[in-house]
C-alpha cells in the first residue's frame, strides 16, 4: 500500500507512505470507513498525477518527500501512456503556496522566497493565513472519519523511532487510574511509552506504558517542550479530541 500527500498548485509530493499490510491490518484499514471520503482513480492516472506533481514542483527548486521514491515502488510497471486524463499544475498559470497546518512561519518565509528567486516577484501566488481560524477547523470536523489515516501512518512511524520516550499523564486521568487501582496511590504520572499500537478509528493511537502496564490513549499524555514531535503530536490531539466530543454529542443528540 502507498500513500502521496500531493499538493499540485506548488509544493509536489509533501508526504510519501508505503507499507506491507497483513489482511487484519488492511480490515483496520477498510474499518475505518476511508472510502467514504475518497475518489476511485486508475493506477494509471494516479501514477500520471504523482509523477506530474513532484516533476512541477522540482522545477520550482522543491524536491519530494524522502519516503517519495519508496512509494512509488508500488507504481512500479503501470504505464502512465495509458492515462487518457490531462492535468494542469499551478493555478491560473502560476504556482500557488498555500501555508499548511504543520508549516511555521519560518518555513513558509523559505518557501516564498525560493518563489522569488525562481519565478521573480510577480510569478507566483501565495495565501498565508493564521494556523487554523475557526471555520477551518469546522471544515475539518465535518470529515467522516475522527482520524486521517494518513496522519496516523505518519505519526506513528514518528514516535516508534523515538521509542520509548517520556511523558506525563493527564491529571485528571491519572488521579482516576489511582482510585481504580492501576497504579499505585501518591505514583508520580511521568511515565515511560515503551510501546504504540493502533486500536482503529475510534481508539486512536495507544501508548503502552512501562512498569505498570496501563495501556492509554496518546490524547492522555503530555510531553515536553523539547519532544521533537511535539507540534504534530497535539496538532493529532486537539483534532482527536474535538472531534471525539463533537461525535459524541450528535449521538447524544441523535
Given at each position: 500500500?502507498?500513500?502521496?500527500?500531493?499538493?499540485?498548485?506548488?509544493?509536489?509530493?509533501?508526504?510519501?507512505?508505503?507499507s506491507h499490510?497483513?489482511?487484519?491490518?488492511?480490515?483496520?484499514?477498510?474499518d475505518?470507513n476511508?472510502?467514504?471520503?475518497m475518489?476511485p482513480?486508475?493506477a494509471?492516472?494516479?501514477?500520471?498525477?504523482?509523477?506530474g506533481a513532484?516533476a512541477?514542483?522540482?522545477?520550482?527548486g522543491?524536491?519530494?518527500?524522502?519516503?517519495?521514491?519508496?512509494?512509488?515502488?508500488?507504481?512500479?510497471?503501470?504505464?502512465?501512456?495509458?492515462?487518457?486524463?490531462?492535468?494542469?499544475f499551478?493555478?491560473?498559470?502560476?504556482?500557488?503556496?498555500?501555508?499548511?497546518?504543520?508549516?511555521?512561519?519560518?518555513?513558509?518565509?523559505?518557501i516564498?522566497?525560493q518563489l522569488?528567486?525562481?519565478?521573480?516577484?510577480?510569478?507566483?501566488?501565495?495565501?498565508?493565513?493564521t494556523?487554523?481560524d475557526?471555520?477551518?477547523?469546522e471544515?475539518?470536523?465535518?470529515?467522516?472519519?475522527?482520524?486521517?489515516?494518513?496522519?496516523?501512518?505518519?505519526l506513528?512511524?514518528d514516535?516508534?523511532?523515538?521509542?520509548?520516550?517520556?511523558?506525563?499523564?493527564?491529571e485528571?486521568?491519572?488521579?482516576?487510574?489511582?482510585?481504580e487501582?492501576?497504579?499505585p496511590?501518591?505514583?508520580?504520572?511521568?511515565?515511560v511509552?515503551?510501546?504504540?499500537?493502533?486500536?482503529?478509528?475510534?481508539?486512536?493511537?495507544?501508548?503502552?506504558l512501562?512498569?505498570?502496564g496501563?495501556?492509554?490513549?496518546?490524547?492522555?499524555?503530555?510531553f515536553p517542550l523539547?519532544?521533537p514531535?511535539?507540534?504534530?503530536?497535539?496538532?493529532?490531539?486537539?483534532r482527536?479530541?474535538?472531534k471525539?466530543?463533537?461525535?459524541e454529542?450528535e449521538w447524544?443528540d441523535?
Amino acid at each position: 500500500m502507498a500513500m502521496f500527500l500531493l499538493d499540485v498548485f506548488c509544493l509536489g509530493v509533501k508526504n510519501a507512505m508505503s507499507s506491507h499490510l497483513s489482511r487484519r491490518e488492511y480490515k483496520m484499514m477498510l474499518d475505518m470507513n476511508i472510502a467514504e471520503s475518497m475518489t476511485p482513480i486508475e493506477a494509471c492516472c494516479l501514477k500520471k498525477l504523482v509523477l506530474g506533481a513532484a516533476a512541477y514542483a522540482e522545477s520550482l527548486g522543491f524536491s519530494p518527500h524522502e519516503d517519495y521514491a519508496a512509494a512509488l515502488m508500488v507504481l512500479e510497471g503501470i504505464d502512465v501512456q495509458d492515462c487518457e486524463a490531462e492535468y494542469t499544475f499551478g493555478r491560473n498559470g502560476k504556482p500557488f503556496y498555500v501555508r499548511g497546518p504543520n508549516e511555521s512561519q519560518a518555513e513558509s518565509q523559505r518557501i516564498i522566497e525560493q518563489l522569488r528567486q525562481r519565478c521573480g516577484e510577480d510569478g507566483f501566488d501565495f495565501l498565508i493565513g493564521t494556523d487554523m481560524d475557526e471555520e477551518d477547523e469546522e471544515d475539518e470536523e465535518n470529515i467522516a472519519t475522527i482520524d486521517d489515516p494518513f496522519e496516523v501512518e505518519q505519526l506513528m512511524s514518528d514516535l516508534e523511532r523515538a521509542l520509548p520516550f517520556e511523558g506525563t499523564f493527564e491529571e485528571r486521568g491519572w488521579k482516576r487510574l489511582m482510585k481504580e487501582g492501576h497504579v499505585p496511590p501518591g505514583s508520580s504520572p511521568s511515565v515511560v511509552v515503551e510501546k504504540l499500537s493502533y486500536s482503529g478509528d475510534y481508539g486512536g493511537i495507544l501508548c503502552h506504558l512501562a512498569d505498570n502496564g496501563v495501556i492509554c490513549s496518546l490524547t492522555h499524555l503530555r510531553f515536553p517542550l523539547n519532544f521533537p514531535f511535539l507540534r504534530n503530536v497535539t496538532a493529532y490531539q486537539k483534532r482527536r479530541v474535538k472531534k471525539l466530543k463533537r461525535q459524541e454529542k450528535e449521538w447524544r443528540d441523535g
